[in-house]
């Protein structure tokens, strides 16, 4: 196990790497962030330490001995819903959207730079923050009526999500991710527009990262409702509405 000092009301941040180089890495760079950060080496010890430390985020490696980074991911959001980071040797997208479905919001190819870790880390940490201060708000103002776009309905306020009337659960990402696409049907988000939005992220290296969301969002909600405008980004079409010519339909462009 390697951590730094606690520090009292300071961000918590559990790193789960069985490899021990990068694990020390990891937690020097998000030390120097202020953050309190410990890191363990295996499956049974990061849900161990989830239920323990109740981190803020976690940054949890796919790969690992014990029980794999997915079968935590899915034993850490059933005990309590974090922020979660997931770490994957393999430029497979297979692996990618396996993650995102058991509840991931981010995924990193290893190698990766620790500049754009400490930076989408702190995006999941302000999206975390930004629910919260919803929450609140809605306890004392009167919140906004839901969204109604064809047969979809997006609860801000509850953070809840229905189709013809029935729950689709979604990760926070995709939820915002959801919610920025429906609030301008019809018209054309470019990715990079999308991550400026939802992620915080100006660097286009990351568009590979809208475009999984994006498939994940189709395995959830059907494939009918997110068009690809290839070259550009994609477009929320209301159930009912013609596809375009330039319908990309389930097939992303990458």
């Known amino acids: 196990m390697v951590t730094n000092v606690s520090r009292p009301g300071a961000t918590t941040v559990l790193v789960v790497e069985d490899e021990p180089a990068i694990a020390q890495a990891i937690v020097h760079r998000l030390s120097a962030e202020g953050w309190t950060v410990e890191a363990v080496g295996d499956g049974h010890a990061g849900v161990a330490a989830a239920a323990r430390l109740q981190p803020d985020v976690v940054v949890l490696d796919v790969m ?9 991911c899915r034993q850490i ?4 819903p974090v922020p979660v980071l997931m770490l994957t040797a393999r430029d497979d997208e297979t692996d990618m959207l ?30 975390t923050e930004r629910a919260a201060r919803a929450a609140e708000l809605a306890t004392v103002q009167q919140p906004d009526p839901p969204l109604v776009v064809g047969d979809v309905t997006i609860d801000s306020a509850q953070r809840r999500v229905q189709r013809a009337g029935n729950e689709v659960h979604l990760t926070p ?8 696409l429906a609030s301008s049907p019809r018209t054309v988000l470019t990715r990079e ?5 939802v992620w915080d992220w ?6 590979r990262t809208v475009d999984s969301h994006i498939k ?3 395995r959830k909600l059907g494939p009918d409702l997110i068009r690809t405008v290839h070259g550009v980004g994609y477009a929320y079409e209301p159930a009912g509405d013609a596809p ?4 990309g339909g389930a097939d992303d462009e990458q």
């Open 173 to 180: 990402t995709e939820f915002d991710l959801l919610l920025t």
């Open 202 to 207: 100006v660097d286009a290296s990351g568009t």
């Open 77 to 80: 959001q059933a005990a309590r």
């Open 244 to 247: 375009s010519d330039d319908d």
């Open 98 to 127: 396996v993650g995102l479905g058991v509840g991931a919001d981010d995924y990193m190819t290893k190698p990766f730079s620790m500049r754009e870790l400490v930076a989408r880390t702190k995006v999941l940490l302000r999206r």
């Open 64 to 72: 690992l001995p014990g029980i794999d980074g997915l079968e935590v």
């Open 216 to 218: 994940a969002l189709r």
């Open 193 to 197: 527009r999308l991550l400026a939005d």
